[in-house]
């Protein structure tokens, strides 16, 4: 026993001293609930028995206290006894009490013949103790019959020159009130002894005690059981029996508490042994948590309201209970527990009826409303609305989904199934964009017949935007763009800078359009209605350049709530300020932005800020990260998530692999199919950027010089033709070096340089300028490659500036200064291994000598022959093919099939003598004037 119990326990064995020397004593025992009365009267009856004492023992009971006479008969029957003091005791008590019930005597009077019962019996008592002191020990008190209560207070009357002693326990309950004569009964103790909760030092007795060893972490045991059990004695021994040293073998020295199958029963115990109103209670705490006043208990159950204060002030005292709440979430779930599926609901639906009535937050309410699993009516559905916000805002997001959800469960087909909808799509958006495909079709039927608010129509025309249905998301964007509650739709501004991102211009109305692409003019009219925050968009960079208004709109964006804007609007931002030369800045909100987004575990956010971190990591020649990146874009939405705008991710990637050498993996990327909406797309535009770099890395020059020729030709088509963007004349010039072609390279540049104006874009101009050193005479390509490095460093693009200062090296060594030459090739060397590769080979060398060039323009006979042997359609299938068209993409563009596709493909490969496509001959583009590639 350890110490805070034993100085207890030394004060009844003093109780018995003074007893066994004559003079009879009366000790009371009072305490909590389940705060271990019985267990110290059992400790003392062992203790009394042992010293030789008489010892009688009883137990009040609940179902017993109308049994007259009921504790008196235990007490009889508990230690044996001379049987003619029995039958005596019997012979006049049943006679006096038979048929009698204790409304017979409100005043408790016992009547003539109990008395001269109980006369004898005490008697007998008195006589036995002068042998041997007696001990009568008479446990919970306050559930005696009254007959028994009136017969222990005879026998007090009666001790005080006997060697009799008298142990009775009562509960400490606040408010409470017995009986006249049990009040009278304890009022008359010699010695009073009041059980509390166990302190911290108590109970590290108790875990040294079990056999914990090290008194330190003992000590820290001994505060989580406190927390754990909030003191309660029966509570902490449950705690110490659920598991050896009641603790399991978690981190920390002292490991943790574990609240098992023992704890369990003790919580259960404590709430069924007094008072059945203790555990409705104690269900009212569990269901309304932190929002159990006591008034709202009393309506939930419902009960009386000056009864629920006094029944918490018992649980308080007990541990049970602190600063008005379940001690524990471990009590508050094995009281829940004792609930039934149909108590459940009702107990639920009730508190979220209450709460909302009482104000309160509605996620509060809405967390009511998930465990009843229903919606009591049109109040709830406006609760559960609201709360998806809340949550959402709290980052929870699992909550917000399954309150919608059941509300769109509970609310039928009609207008608020939409508002459920519209709600469900937002949510979906921030953790898997492909969840909301189910909701799509409804809201774009209600959107045509007019039933969709401009908020609601938001998530929907994002999710057609990434899908790539632009002509649908352009016209319904205007549609709700022209309604009366656009200026009150805050997410249509940042909708059209998704637009923008996804499509390179701004979104302008559909009746706008130009029909052919020679009628657009380098200067768009303005798109009409609510304009992104500060015009923060790559277009407006393009066409007017960096300005003040222009980096106050980023910064507005990127200092914003994240879950108060669209990833989009985000990326966007970044763009802008790492395109206009603000790397620095662009690279820091980029680290605060993926912070936020992990903090708030939001996957689209976070594949979308990885994408756009993997395009600032190319750019800058970190291809190492930036391959990371884009695959750790990939990773975090399925492809069917990503939709259009996969093709972001995929190509830095494709761009990343292949200037690593990794010729394998970038094949493999360029394997994967992608949706065809993703070509008509900025991603898309980079996608065949990537691809045309892929092919010249693997010399596939014609097929280079196709998919750049087809950037080309879809950015001069949109509108959208900026090198900043996509620098496809740089790239195709580079083909034409492949293919001996200086003229069309020098003139691709000049147009290009000539597009980004006299200082902008140094990275863009540097790059331009190092293809047009290839294609110049030699005394001017010193000068070219030197400022085309200084630019290239200017704007920290360590690859580029890697190839071309081997350009530079390659110079020197045509001149014959050796030394220079090595010198550069040896800064050349240490920038591309920065960049995690050595595939920098100079342009010069990878000009085609004249003899090959010679070959490439007159094929062997056989191959000239076999071109005259062509039909038509094979000539276009083949012309195609050399460009690097996939099977797929000759199909679509000649309106065939693809297995005619490869038919052709047999006859020609059989025609021209080659084995694959690759071999095909360079003269099949001469006919490229009669496709357009």
Request: aromatic fraction near 4%.
């Amino acid at each position: 026993m350890f110490t805070g119990r034993k100085k207890h326990l030394d004060v009844l064995l003093s109780s018995l001293t003074q007893a066994q020397s004559g003079s009879g004593q009366v000790a009371l025992v009072t305490g909590c609930l389940a705060s271990g009365k019985s267990a110290l009267l059992q400790q003392f009856s062992e203790k009394a028995d042992s010293s030789g004492a008489i010892v009688f023992n009883a137990t009040g009971s609940r179902t017993e206290r109308d049994l007259p006479m009921g504790v008196v008969w235990q007490l009889l029957h508990s230690t044996p006894i001379p049987s003619k003091v029995i039958r005596r005791f019997s012979r006049f008590s049943r006679a006096e009490t038979a048929g009698r019930s204790e409304e017979d005597s409100p005043s408790g009077g016992l009547r003539r013949g109990e008395v001269l019962a109980l006369n004898s019996l005490f008697s007998s008592l008195l006589i036995l103790a002068r042998s041997r002191p007696a001990v009568i020990i008479v446990d919970d008190l306050h559930f005696a019959d009254n007959a028994s209560l009136q017969a222990l207070l005879f026998l007090r009357h009666r001790l005080r020159s006997s060697r009799v002693l008298v142990v009775l326990s009562s509960w400490d309950r606040p408010g409470y009130v017995g009986p006249a004569v049990q009040m009278e009964l304890m009022r008359q103790a010699h010695h009073r002894i009041r059980l509390g909760r166990l302190s911290t030092e108590e109970i590290t007795e108790l875990v040294l005690d079990a056999g914990h060893r090290d008194p330190s972490s003992a000590a820290d045991l001994a505060a989580g059981l406190g927390v754990l059990s909030g003191g309660n004695p029966l509570l902490v021994r449950a705690l110490l029996d659920d598991s050896p040293l009641g603790v399991d073998e978690g981190p920390g020295p002292a490991g943790r508490p574990v609240a098992g199958e023992a704890f369990q029963r003790a919580v259960l115990d404590c709430l069924h042994r007094w008072d059945p109103a203790l555990m409705e209670v104690a269900r009212g705490l569990a269901v309304l948590d932190d929002h159990a006043a006591p008034e709202l208990i009393a309506r939930l159950l419902p009960m009386q309201p000056d009864t629920v204060p006094q029944l918490l002030a018992v649980l308080e005292k007990a541990g049970l209970l602190h600063q008005g709440r379940l001690g524990s979430p471990e009590i508050a779930a094995v009281v829940r527990g004792t609930l039934s599926g149909e108590e459940t609901t009702r107990l639920y639906s009730r508190a979220a009826e209450l709460l909302y009535e009482h104000g309160a937050m509605a996620r509060d309410v809405a967390r009511r409303l998930l465990r009843a699993d229903t919606v009591p009516g049109p109040w709830a559905l406006r609760a559960l609305r609201q709360a998806a916000e809340q949550t959402l805002a709290e980052n929870d997001v699992d909550s917000a989904v399954r309150g919608l959800e059941l509300g769109l469960r509970e609310c039928g087909q009609g207008p608020e199934a939409l508002k459920f909808r519209a709600a469900l799509v937002r949510v979906a958006w921030r953790v898997n964009p492909s969840a909301a495909a189910r909701h799509i079709s409804p809201l774009y039927d209600a959107l045509n017949l007019g039933q969709l608010s401009a908020r609601d129509a938001a998530p929907l025309i994002r999710h057609l935007l990434w899908q790539g249905d632009r002509a649908t998301a352009t016209r319904l964007l205007w549609s709700i763009t022209s309604s009366p509650e656009a200026g009150r739709t805050a997410g249509l501004a940042e909708l059209r800078i998704a637009h923008e991102w996804i499509y390179g211009a701004p979104c302008e109305p559909p009746a706008a359009e130009p029909t052919a692409p020679s009628d657009r003019s380098r200067a768009r009219r303005p798109a009409a209605g609510p304009q992104p925050r500060g015009s923060a968009t790559l277009s407006t960079l393009w066409r007017q350049g960096m300005s003040e208004a222009l980096l106050n709109g980023v910064e507005h964006i990127l200092q914003g709530r994240l879950g108060d804007t669209i990833p989009e609007a985000g990326a966007m931002a970044l763009l802008v300020l790492h395109h206009s030369g603000h790397r620095k800045r662009a690279e820091y909100w980029h680290g605060v932005l993926s912070a936020e987004a992990a903090r708030l575990d939001a996957p689209t956010w976070q594949a979308v800020l990885a994408s756009v971190g993997a395009d600032m990591a190319m750019r800058r020649g970190d291809l190492a990260r930036a391959a990371a990146l884009a695959r750790d874009a990939l990773s975090r939405l399925h492809a069917q998530s990503w939709g259009a705008a996969i093709g972001f991710p995929l190509s830095t990637l494709i761009l990343a692999e292949t200037a690593m050498g990794r010729y394998e993996e970038a094949s493999k990327l360029l394997d994967l199919v992608v949706p065809e909406a993703v070509f008509d797309t900025v991603a898309g535009l980079q996608y065949l950027y990537a691809r045309g770099h892929y092919n010249l890395a693997v010399d596939r020059v014609l097929a280079a010089a196709g998919d750049f020729e087809r950037c080309g030709a879809l950015m001069r088509e949109w509108d959208v033709d900026f090198p900043a963007l996509v620098p496809w004349r740089s790239s195709l010039a580079q083909a034409n070096l492949r293919l001996g072609r200086s003229r069309e390279t020098a003139e691709l540049i000049a147009q290009q340089l000539d597009l980004l104006g006299p200082s902008e874009y140094a990275r863009t101009r540097g790059v331009s300028l190092r293809v047009l050193a290839a294609a110049s005479p030699l005394k001017e390509r010193c000068a070219l490659l030197q400022e085309a490095a200084l630019l290239l460093e200017q704007s920290e693009d360590r690859l580029e500036l890697a190839r071309t200062l081997n350009d530079i090296s390659q110079v020197y060594q045509t001149l014959g200064d050796l030394g220079r030459a090595r010198l550069v090739a040896r800064r050349a060397t240490q920038e591309a291994k920065a960049c995690n590769t050595d595939v920098v080979t100079p342009l010069q060398a990878l000009r085609v000598p004249k003899h090959v060039i010679r070959s490439q323009s007159e094929p062997p006979a056989h191959q000239t022959d076999g071109l005259v042997a062509l039909s038509e359609a094979e000539r276009k299938v083949a012309t195609l093919a050399a460009y690097g068209h996939t099977n797929r993409e000759i199909g679509r563009k000649l309106y065939i099939t693809v297995s005619t596709v490869e038919q052709h493909l047999t006859r020609v490969y059989r025609k021209l003598n080659v084995r694959q496509r690759t071999d095909l001959p360079s003269e099949l583009t001469r006919y490229a004037s009669d496709i357009r590639p």
